[in-house]
């Protein structure tokens, strides 16, 4: 019951969160059946909430056992389909001892032909590599196939890319592998079940790394970033749909990252120069790259609509400002950790919003004040308005910083800009 309430607002709180949310490859996850989606873990809740949003059926999830700190928080996270699950150092091997009931919990909800998510690497960092694979998603799978001869148990490998995961308006990509059957490693498990675990958690591994952007050395990451937003603003993007289903971007980064992870000393060196030299000009005459790139192709912001949009934005900004506010203040006061930055926000926001709106309403009653109360009702509308006129009218500055500029000037940015992508596509 309380998923099927919170879902609706963390769906709308993640669509808000994220520009854009490439969800491609998703029809190969088998209906009616019992599955693991086996994901990496760059940041803290997001993949499990965007994930229980977005598929169409109900999602059961592991996460830490040491959330589970007392019965009310136990019944709340059951209420959302979370299952403990313990490690050593959560509390020792006492609670490790608790994971028997933890499984059992999956098998019969995989009898059920349920669906299961299993953050995968077991711990979260952010950053864009594969760490490795635990065991945890085989063992389940052969813990079901076992007492319940689940043959057909699919394990779905996903992988989860963001942009940045810790900034709001950011993008975040999901990528569905093709799904692996249980039923292939049934005789091996038979014979010998922990070289079929060690076999299956490889795969799952390996099918992984297709769907997830993997820079191999930190040295190379500021590079690689660059190169990625240079690509990105080759794209543009209307401001609808919010979920997507290509994975165009996903496709061309990865394609970037294997660029800089096979490329020589030399190479990346004679490609740091160029990308730095570009930018350089870039900052010192303020202008944005995804204008230069997309100045002959965008339709250009109307000076018109950021005059006529302006009150609705101020409506929509202030009237929305003191939730948000009290969002960020408690995320930057309590949380330690980059990789829980933006769910805590998220998670904060949503709670803060309900309570905020719902004052505001009984407010609104109370006063007999029908004016005040439909503005109320519409402030939510206005508030997602203001993040679109502010995208607009970011838009509209760049292009008019274009304007400015000399022609001749402007080919010379486009030819350095190109000369940067040539470079990666011709070696």
Same mark, same amino acid.
């Not at 019944?75 to 001892?97: C, N, Q, S, T, W």
């Not at 689940?150 to 990528?175: C, Q």
């Not at 799952?204 to 500021?222: A, Q, T």
């Given at each position: 019951?309380?998923?099927?309430?919170?879902r609706?607002?963390?769906?709308l709180a993640?669509?808000?969160?994220?520009?854009?949310?490439?969800?491609?490859?998703?029809?190969?996850?088998?209906?009616?059946?019992?599955?693991?989606?086996?994901? +990496?873990?760059?940041?803290?809740?997001?993949e499990?909430?965007?994930? #229980?949003?977005?598929?169409?059926?109900?999602?059961?999830?592991?996460?830490?056992? !040491?959330?589970?700190?007392?019965?009310?928080?136990?019944?709340?996270l *059951?209420?959302?389909?979370?299952?403990?699950?313990?490690?050593?150092?959560?509390g020792?091997?006492?609670?490790?001892?608790?994971?028997?009931?933890?499984?059992?919990?999956?098998?019969?909800?995989?009898?059920?032909?349920?669906?299961?998510?299993?953050?995968?690497?077991?711990?979260?960092?952010?950053?864009?590599r594969?760490?490795?694979?635990?065991?945890?998603?085989?063992?389940? #799978?052969?813990?079901?196939?076992e007492?319940?001869?689940?043959?057909?148990?699919?394990?779905?490998?996903?992988?989860? +890319?963001?942009?940045y995961?810790?900034?709001?308006?950011?993008?975040?990509?999901?990528?569905?592998?093709?799904?692996?059957?249980?039923?292939?490693y049934?005789?091996?498990?038979?014979?010998h079940?922990?070289?079929?675990?060690?076999?299956?958690?490889?795969?799952?591994?390996?099918?992984?790394?297709?769907?997830?952007?993997?820079?191999n *050395?930190?040295?190379?990451?500021?590079?690689?970033?660059?190169?990625?937003? %240079?690509?990105?603003?080759?794209?543009? *993007?209307?401001?609808?749909?919010?979920?997507?289903?290509?994975?165009?971007? %996903?496709?061309? *980064?990865?394609?970037?990252?294997?660029?800089i992870?096979?490329?020589?000393?030399?190479?990346?060196?004679?490609?740091?120069e160029?990308?730095?030299?570009?930018?350089?000009?870039?900052?010192?005459?303020?202008?944005?790259?995804?204008?230069?790139?997309?100045? !002959?192709?965008?339709?250009?912001?109307?000076? %018109?609509?950021?005059?006529?949009?302006?009150?609705?934005?101020?409506?929509?900004?202030?009237?929305?400002?003191l939730?948000?506010?009290?969002?960020?203040?408690?995320? +930057?006061?309590?949380?330690?950790?980059?990789?829980?930055?933006?769910?805590?926000?998220?998670?904060?926001?949503?709670?803060?919003?309900?309570?905020?709106?719902?004052?505001?309403?009984?407010?609104?009653?109370?006063?007999?004040?029908?004016?005040?109360? %439909?503005?109320?009702?519409?402030?939510?509308?206005?508030?997602?308005?203001?993040?679109?006129?502010?995208?607009?009218?970011?838009?509209?500055?760049?292009?008019?910083?274009? !304007?400015k500029?000399?022609?001749?000037?402007?080919?010379?940015?486009?030819?350095?800009?190109?000369?940067?992508?040539?470079?990666?596509?011709?070696?």
């Amino acid at each position: 019951m309380l998923y099927r309430i919170v879902r609706p607002f963390a769906s709308l709180a993640l669509k808000t969160n994220f520009r854009r949310i490439y969800f491609s490859n998703a029809q190969v996850v088998p209906k009616n059946k019992p599955i693991i989606l086996a994901v +990496n873990h760059p940041s803290a809740f997001l993949e499990p909430c965007l994930l #229980a949003c977005l598929l169409p059926q109900p999602l059961h999830y592991l996460v830490r056992g !040491d959330m589970f700190v007392s019965t009310f928080a136990r019944k709340a996270l *059951e209420a959302l389909h979370m299952i403990p699950i313990y490690r050593i150092r959560d509390g020792g091997f006492g609670k490790v001892r608790q994971n028997f009931s933890t499984f059992e919990s999956c098998f019969n909800i995989l009898s059920e032909n349920k669906t299961i998510m299993i953050l995968a690497e077991g711990t979260t960092i952010q950053e864009k590599r594969l760490r490795p694979i635990q065991k945890g998603p085989a063992r389940i #799978a052969f813990g079901a196939l076992e007492k319940d001869d689940l043959i057909d148990l699919k394990i779905v490998p996903v992988g989860v +890319n963001y942009t940045y995961a810790d900034k709001f308006r950011s993008h975040v990509m999901f990528e569905f592998g093709q799904p692996i059957s249980i039923q292939d490693y049934k005789e091996v498990y038979k014979e010998h079940s922990n070289r079929a675990i060690q076999l299956l958690t490889k795969e799952i591994e390996n099918r992984l790394k297709k769907h997830v952007i993997i820079i191999n *050395e930190k040295e190379d990451e500021e590079l690689t970033e660059k190169l990625f937003v %240079l690509s990105r603003n080759n794209q543009g *993007e209307p401001f609808f749909p919010i979920v997507s289903r290509h994975n165009t971007m %996903l496709c061309q *980064e990865k394609k970037i990252a294997t660029f800089i992870n096979n490329a020589s000393e030399k190479e990346k060196k004679e490609l740091k120069e160029k990308v730095d030299a570009y930018l350089k000009i870039l900052n010192q005459n303020n202008l944005k790259d995804w204008a230069i790139a997309q100045n !002959d192709t965008a339709e250009k912001p109307s000076s %018109l609509m950021v005059l006529i949009g302006f009150l609705p934005f101020v409506l929509g900004y202030f009237g929305n400002y003191l939730p948000v506010f009290i969002a960020k203040l408690i995320a +930057n006061k309590f949380v330690i950790y980059l990789e829980f930055m933006a769910s805590v926000k998220i998670a904060v926001a949503i709670g803060v919003f309900i309570i905020y709106y719902i004052g505001l309403i009984i407010f609104s009653i109370a006063i007999n004040n029908f004016m005040l109360l %439909l503005m109320i009702l519409m402030l939510p509308f206005f508030g997602y308005y203001s993040l679109m006129y502010n995208e607009y009218y970011e838009r509209w500055k760049a292009f008019r910083e274009i !304007d400015k500029i000399d022609l001749t000037f402007l080919q010379k940015l486009k030819a350095n800009r190109e000369d940067v992508l040539n470079f990666i596509n011709e070696n």
